[in-house]
């Protein structure tokens, strides 16, 4: 007998928001409640993207140009759907994503200027019409987002991008959140990471039918 197929689901949002946080705590919501779970991120995920987001995220703020930057992250999302994302779901595990494919319109889109409509042809030539069942985009203040990431760690090529380029990520994504009501949720994530945690499974819970306690 075939597995149901698994869900999909993808955290979005600005620098520190939360992101690999949530991830974490909707993983492991998930698992108590039953349902067998992976937790992956972008880019990366499979050894090929892995390697692809250490190109990314190393070295100088112009390392690449934002038209390279997307070959190289598309190229990253391939290798990670066709191996590891898309047999999981198809062996019934959900997949929870650190990012998926609305963090390349948000970032080289709205934050650098490639055309929208030949980033939504990149991601259709790699992967079709492949999309998340469900994505939560964690939103807050760039000021907030920003001193929670240098407080994390040293900053990398795209945190270290100015005040203005990180507004243009958030009204990207906040843009997205409402071109797309069907899939996208926008969750408030200024607060601490236990209210914001609360809010996610509850947009699972409604969204995807499932109670996680």
């Not at 955290?11 to 909707?26: H, N, P, R």
């Not at 990366?44 to 892995?50: L, V």
Request: hydrophobic share 45%; net charge negative.
């Amino acid at each position: 007998m075939t597995a149901t197929r698994g869900r999909f689901i993808s955290i979005e949002g600005c620098e520190g928001a939360g992101k690999s946080t949530q991830v974490g705590l909707l993983a492991a919501a998930l698992d108590r409640a039953g349902i067998p779970v992976q937790a992956t991120r972008e880019p990366g995920g499979s050894p090929g993207a892995e390697a692809i987001r250490r190109l990314l995220l190393e070295g100088e703020g112009e390392r690449w140009d934002p038209i390279s930057e997307a070959l190289l992250l598309v190229a990253a999302r391939r290798d990670h759907v066709a191996r590891i994302i898309a047999p999981a779901l198809a062996q019934g595990v959900w997949v929870v994503s650190d990012r998926f494919a609305d963090s390349t319109i948000a970032y080289q889109g709205f934050g650098k200027g490639v055309a929208l409509q030949e980033l939504t042809a990149l991601h259709r030539f790699a992967v079709g019409d492949f999309a998340p069942d469900l994505t939560v985009i964690l939103d807050l203040p760039v000021e907030i987002g920003l001193a929670r990431a240098a407080e994390r760690s040293a900053a990398d090529r795209f945190e270290r991008l100015d005040r203005d380029f990180h507004e243009k990520l958030r009204q990207g994504f906040r843009q997205m959140a409402a071109d797309n009501p069907a899939r996208c949720v926008l969750v408030d994530a200024s607060a601490d990471p236990q209210t914001v945690r609360h809010a996610v499974l509850a947009a699972v819970e409604q969204r995807l039918g499932v109670s996680l306690g």
